[in-house]
Every structure is written in structure tokens, then in C-alpha cells.
């Protein structure tokens, strides 16, 4: 799958942000996927993972509501009610934190709420990777493979060094080849060099979240609207493992919720 060690067990929990109100997609966490709610199909796949504890960090009781029965039958699932205040979801696990009075060791993953095909073995790996690497946060990357993709601002691109920490993450073309991308995007037929899409599910501890949001945001986390740059600015390390089966982008409109959906009904007939 990775370089990612699958020997040992990680103590870790599993935080589901979900915000109701989403501008693009209103009362997102509650479409259907897949006949469910999204914020069940993301909770299922999050409690077939070896996470001790799922935590729903839910701010609507109509949310509230819909994930009740999965929390009668799954003893690992917890809903935490949260408030309309957090502007992300990294703001609103900070608030569950507090609420649930988590130790500050204990090792998070942070899977969004909009990813209802993400896969156990992608959440357990970036735990794993977080452990055993000993940075402030673990995430995924994939290897691009269409070009178009290299250039698409909402492709987020990340590059690493030779220990593969992430150098920095952009919605630019990086690395930028020169030789190759200076004639013009049109006259690229392949590529010269590796690329990386970044993956967003994120690993840390919980002290790290609670600090990050201590800390001033950073001009190129700004620059780009890219949150986890906050942390490369203030010289935090972030390991980062590749993957060759990465998962399908989530939904934030209603197109991405039929294509979703078409994927779901395809693999149910396969």
C-alpha cells in the first residue's frame, strides 16, 4: 500500500468535522449517499478503521438525529455537539477537544466530513505514520498523472525531501519545470518529473491543534488558503506518505454528490 509500518497498534481517535450551513451544498452533512446520510457513510467507513474511539463533531440536531442509530449500535461512535462559531473544521475539533476534555498526547485523525469514500486503510496508515515518524502532523499524497491536474489550482500539489517530509504544500504547478513548462501549458505532452497531489486527512496530537490555533496565521498560508502552511512556517514537521490508491475527491457541490453517487451504485453492481 505504502511505506507506512503496518506492525503494532496506535492508540488513536478518529474527529469527523461537519459544518450544516455549507455554502455550496446546503445541509451537506444530511445528502444522501449511498441511500444514507453523508455523515453516516463517513462515520461507517471511519469506525471500520482500528481507532479506539469516532468522534462526530457535529454542529445541527437534525445531524445530531441522523447519526443516533449508528450510535446505539457502535459503542465507539460519539457525537459531540459543537457550536456555529468554528470557521473550519480544524477549529471545530479544537472546540471538541475542549468539550471532551481530551489528554493532550492522544493522537487524532482528522477525516472531513465531505469524504464518504475515504477507506479505513488510509486512516489507519496516516495514525501509523504519525507515530512512528515522530513529526507534529501526517498526511497522504498520490502520485498526478494527468497533466491538466498539474495546473489546476484546486489540486493541491506538495513536495517533499529525501525523508519524505513535506517541503511545501501550493495550488501551483510544483515543481515547476522549467524546461518543460515554459513553452506553455498547451504544448505539455507528459511529464518530467514526479508530482504529488496532496490527500487531505491529517494526523496529530491534540496539543498540536490547540497550539496551531494559538499561533498568528502565516503570510503563505494566507497566500494561498492553504492551513496547514501555519505549520511549515512556524517549523513544524508534517511526514508524508505516498499512496497508489488514493481516494476519490469529496463533495462539496451537488455535481460532486451525483458523481459520488455514481461510483457507489458502479461498485455495488461490480
Same mark, same amino acid.
Given at each position: 500500500m505504502s511505506e507506512v509500518v503496518k506492525e503494532g497498534v496506535v492508540d488513536y481517535v478518529v474527529a469527523i468535522p461537519a459544518r450544516y450551513a455549507s455554502t455550496r451544498l446546503a445541509g451537506k452533512p444530511l445528502a444522501?449517499?449511498?441511500?444514507?446520510?453523508?455523515?453516516?457513510?463517513?462515520?461507517?467507513?471511519a469506525l471500520a478503521s482500528k481507532a479506539k474511539a469516532v468522534i462526530a463533531c457535529v454542529d445541527h440536531e437534525e445531524v445530531v438525529k441522523a447519526l443516533e442509530p449508528v450510535d446505539t449500535e457502535n459503542p465507539r461512535l460519539q457525537i459531540c455537539l459543537t457550536s456555529d462559531k468554528p470557521r473550519s473544521g480544524t477549529e471545530r475539533i479544537a472546540e471538541m477537544l475542549h468539550l471532551q476534555n481530551l489528554d493532550p498526547e492522544t493522537i487524532v485523525v482528522n477525516v472531513q466530513g465531505d469524504e464518504p469514500l475515504i477507506t479505513k486503510d488510509h486512516i489507519d496508515e496516516v495514525a501509523s505514520l504519525l507515530a512512528r515518524s515522530g513529526a507534529?502532523? &501526517?498526511t497522504l499524497?498520490? $502520485?498526478?498523472?494527468?497533466? &491538466?491536474?498539474?495546473?489546476? $489550482?484546486?489540486?493541491v500539489k506538495v513536495v517533499l525531501d529525501k525523508n519524505n517530509f513535506a517541503l511545501y504544500f501550493?495550488?501551483?504547478p510544483i515543481p515547476y519545470e522549467r524546461d518543460n513548462f515554459m513553452r506553455g501549458v498547451d504544448q505539455v505532452t507528459k511529464l518530467e518529473y514526479t508530482h504529488y497531489h496532496h490527500i487531505g486527512i491529517y494526523g496529530y496530537k491534540a496539543k498540536t491543534i490547540l497550539d496551531y490555533l494559538q499561533r498568528e496565521p502565516a503570510p503563505l498560508e494566507q497566500a494561498e488558503s492553504l492551513e496547514q502552511l501555519r505549520l511549515l512556517?512556524?517549523?513544524?514537521?508534517?511526514?508524508?506518505?505516498?499512496?497508489?490508491?488514493?481516494p476519490e475527491t469529496g463533495v462539496d457541490t451537488q455535481a460532486d454528490l451525483e458523481r459520488v453517487n455514481r461510483i457507489l451504485a458502479s461498485e455495488h453492481q461490480s
Open positions: 444522501l449517499v449511498g441511500g444514507k446520510p453523508m455523515i453516516v457513510q463517513v462515520c461507517l467507513k507534529d502532523m &501526517s499524497c498520490a $502520485p498526478i498523472t494527468t497533466i &491538466s491536474d498539474v495546473f489546476d $489550482p484546486n489540486c501550493s495550488r501551483a512556517h512556524y517549523g513544524m514537521r508534517i511526514a508524508v506518505a505516498t499512496t497508489d490508491r488514493p
